[in-house]
C-alpha cells in the first residue's frame, strides 16, 4: 500500500480533495534532479481547506479517478511550524 503526502489545491467536490504530491527525477542522461508534481484525487468525509498537507493512501476505487483516500490523522496547515 503506497502512502504519499502533499499538498491539497482543491476541495469544491463532495467528498473529495484534490492533493498534489511533488517529487524529485533524475534525468537519465545529464543526471539533473528535475522537480515533478502529480495531482491525485482522494475521497474524504472530513471538511479540509485547501494548502493543507495531507496524507494520502492507495485505496479500491471510488470512481473512474479517485483511488485514493486521505489518511485521518492530525492535519498540518501549510505555513505553520
Request: with cysteine.
Amino acid at each position: 500500500m503506497k502512502i504519499l503526502s502533499g499538498k491539497v489545491v482543491s476541495n469544491k467536490m463532495m467528498n473529495t480533495v484534490v492533493v498534489e504530491v511533488t517529487g524529485f527525477k533524475v534525468h537519465p542522461m545529464y543526471g539533473k534532479r528535475m522537480k515533478r508534481n502529480v495531482k491525485f484525487h482522494a475521497h474524504t468525509e472530513d471538511k479540509i481547506k485547501m494548502g493543507e498537507t495531507v496524507k494520502i493512501q492507495e485505496c479500491k476505487p471510488f470512481s473512474k479517478t479517485k483511488n485514493w483516500e486521505v489518511i485521518p490523522e492530525k492535519i498540518k496547515k501549510h505555513g505553520s511550524a
